[in-house]
């Protein structure tokens, strides 16, 4: 079982890619008969969704559909809520993540996340990045701090940008700028596991078409959930996709299966524009 | 349905009416609002304008080494010297009373000025020099008066002989007024001419600095825990209904507080500012915590997400991003909050600080008095002269208050941060 507190020494250098098929299949992420309820309203019921790693997943389904709640169960986000309630089981890395003896913070930094509206820290751009390094002591050694601050930005595709300008504050930048300013932050801990909350729905085709191009370029390091609400987004980038409708996973499956040949009526409708 | 846009329906005009009516009537308010506030400070500083400027007195003084013995300065008697020295200005005066009103035109303070002179030049002992000499409040005021219409207030406090005399020294131009000094630089007195606003100026400067250092680290620290870690549950409402009912308690009562525990049952001094920092800072404690949670609600959610999502404990979300965002917003709630303690009279009253101090506090434990109960004592003093040292005190703290909001205003600007 891989431990959740070591964070070993990661390899930041570009790895070749990797096709997805030639992986292991046992998935990073499994999700057995979750039920989330927030207080006596019921978000989510009996959700069971296998993630494989170096794909990326997308979540789709209309708004209040659950599938941000799921989302947000992932990495414990949902802590943050009193009220909210999570049943069942979640294995990242094969570890049951509500497990008592699990500690968020090392479980954050493998499960990282983007969010949906950018938020980058009112700080410079550089320690936005740093940061998540400096809080777990990644580090030795200021030459280090700074190299990998520039590799995570190099990967983000923001360091041609940003490089002379590193000590602006990270609220400067533009909206596609911040957001792949927080990938960049999010990438830097070298975490499994990237879950992505509708990243491009405050961003213009131009920017849009950038994330999706980076998001196609970290499958290869990373494994990626993302929520979004562009079912051609879905179509673009993601290897699986899982449809939510009311709180239930209707269905999920590759993603071209979903989109050609789906089994159940309502992602039908949804996917043609009949519901949603 | 309006057949094209110019037409004015009767409805629009309606419309129209009702919306210039309410434009008018906040106007009004807003008029009548300023013309109140005007109408306050512009009373207050006309009247408190005189205490800025004493009357002083010159008179030749024979200082007689008969009287003055050089080997013993300190006990010769300055007080007759004086004395002497207006009876051969005005040797016309024989009556006992009269003399009684002459030897009253300069303040109690002229013996100890021209003992402190001599003290530092013996050698004046034997000559007649030209001294300088405080006047005495009905004095300063009927010549401050006399200056400004030129006609001078006959009022019952002076008569017509005094008069005479003052312009007769008018005319030599032994009369003069100057700025004074002596207001800000010492403490209270009985006779108003003497009297200065240092002393409570240091009790108020020494009970604020106590009641920071207790309630800004408490408060904040109480508003943090409560923000951002305390469970949300039955007990977290009863103390949040709990500050916000304090805030709302009337602050005499936290004096009583003071004056049964601190007092009576911990024995601390009384009149200190040490004891009347801690009563307002009890006061002050539920304006910073709610205005510090307010503060710490106003950082955007994004931001503490953003820190756990990246692995950031509780603690270090709250310490490295929401705290430093919410800072400026508790620096400001905690100045509005010292601002109302500063003002504040009634707890100080119940612990002793309205006491009769004329020695400049030197610590937070030697008996006090502070500015808001300095001007309770002043405006409570029969003699006339204190109203215009009321007015030039209440100008002090005004300034004092329009300050510390100021730099509230100021901070919150400099260090507020856009999202």
């Known amino acids: 079982m891989l431990s959740m507190n070591a964070i070993q020494d990661p390899v930041y250098r570009d790895e070749p890619a990797v096709e997805a098929d030639q992986r292991d299949v046992q998935p990073v992420i499994s999700a057995n008969n979750v039920t989330v309820s927030y207080g006596d309203k019921v978000a989510l019921s009996n959700v069971s969704l296998h993630a494989p790693a170096n794909q990326v997943t997308s979540l789709i389904g209309p708004s209040g559909c659950g599938k941000t709640t799921f989302l947000r169960c992932l990495n414990r986000m949902n802590d943050l809520i009193d009220i909210c309630r999570v049943e069942g089981e979640i294995l990242v890395a094969g570890q049951d993540i509500y497990d008592p003896a699990v500690d968020v913070v090392s479980l954050r930094a493998h499960v990282g996340m983007v969010f949906q509206k950018a938020n980058p820290f009112p700080k410079s751009i550089f320690d936005n990045v740093a940061y998540g390094l400096r ?33 602006d504050s990270g609220t400067s930048l533009s909206g596609g700028q911040q957001q792949r300013l927080c990938i960049a932050r999010t990438i830097a801990v070298e975490p499994q596991v990237i879950l992505m909350d509708e990243p491009c729905s405050a961003l213009d085709p131009v920017a849009t078409a950038r994330i999706e191009e980076l998001i196609d370029e970290l499958r290869k390091k990373f494994t990626i959930i993302i929520v979004t609400h562009s079912m051609h987004q879905a179509a673009r980038i993601s290897q699986r996709t899982a449809f939510f409708h009311m709180g239930e996973l209707v269905e999920h499956g590759e993603t071209e299966q979903i989109f050609t040949t789906p089994k159940d009526t309502r992602t039908e409708s949804y996917i043609t524009g009949r519901i949603g | 349905m309006t057949k094209s846009f110019t037409e004015i329906t009767p409805a629009l005009k309606r419309r129209h009416a009702a919306e210039a009516r309410f434009q008018w009537i906040g106007r009004v308010a807003i008029v009548i609002a300023i013309g109140f506030l005007i109408t306050m400070v512009v009373s207050i500083a006309v009247i408190g304008a005189g205490a800025l400027r004493q009357s002083h007195i010159a008179l030749d003084v024979f200082l007689d080494p008969a009287e003055i013995n050089a080997e013993e300065i300190k006990n010769a008697d300055f007080g007759g010297v004086i004395k002497a020295a207006l009876r051969t200005k005005f040797s016309d005066v024989t009556k006992r009373r009269d003399k009684r009103k002459l030897y009253g035109l300069v303040s109690s303070e002229a013996a100890y000025t021209l003992r402190d002179m001599v003290l530092r030049n013996p050698s004046l002992i034997g000559t007649t020099p030209k001294i300088w000499f405080i006047a005495s409040d009905d004095i300063d005021i009927f010549f401050k008066s006399h200056n400004a219409s030129g006609g001078g207030e006959e009022t019952h406090r002076i008569s017509s002989k005094e008069v005479a005399w003052i312009n007769e020294f008018k005319k030599a131009g ?11 630089l010492s403490g209270d007195s009985r006779e108003p001419e ?75 001094p009384r009149s ?49 991003h929401v ?59 029969p003699e006339r002269a204190f109203l215009e040292k009321t007015c030039a005190a209440i100008i002090v703290l005004l300034t ?20």
């Open chain 1, 135 to 167: 809080i777990h002591e990644m580090t030795t050694s200021k030459t280090e701090l700074q190299d990998r601050v520039e590799f995570s930005l190099k990967r983000a595709g923001l360091w041609d940008e940003v490089s002379d300008r590193l000590n």
């Open chain 2, 174 to 184: 032994d009369i003069e007024t100057r700025f004074n000094s002596r207001f800000f």
């Open chain 2, 194 to 268: 003497l009297a200065g606003i240092l002393s409570a100026l240091a009790g108020s400067a020494f009970s604020l600095a106590v009641c920071f250092a207790l309630s800004f680290p408490v408060g904040i620290m109480a508003a943090i825990y409560l923000e951002e870690f305390a469970p949300k549950n039955r007990w977290s409402d009863l103390i949040e209904v709990n500050i916000n009912n304090l805030a709302a308690v009337p602050s005499i009562v936290f004096g009583l507080l003071g004056l049964a525990v601190l007092l009576n049952t911990f024995g601390l």
């Open chain 2, 272 to 320: 200190s500012p040490l004891v009347g920092g801690i009563v307002l800072a009890l006061m002050t404690l539920p304006t910073i915590i709610i205005a510090s949670r307010a503060a710490l609600r106003a950082v955007p959610p994004s931001i503490r997400e953003a820190a756990l999502g990246l692995g950031a404990s509780q603690i270090q979300a709250t310490f490295h």
């Open chain 2, 323 to 381: 705290a430093p965002l919410a800072l400026p917003g508790m620096l400001t709630g905690a100045i509005v909050g010292m601002a109302r303690a500063l003002g504040e009279t009634a707890p100080l009253l119940m612990i002793g600080m309205v006491a009769f101090i004329v020695d400049v506090p030197k610590s937070i434990v030697a008996p006090a008095t502070a500015l808001p109960v300095q001007i309770f004592l002043w405006a409570d003093s």
């Open chain 2, 400 to 419: 004092f208050l329009v300050v510390m909001n100021l730099a509230a205003v100021l901070l919150r600007r400099k260090f507020e941060r856009r999202f």
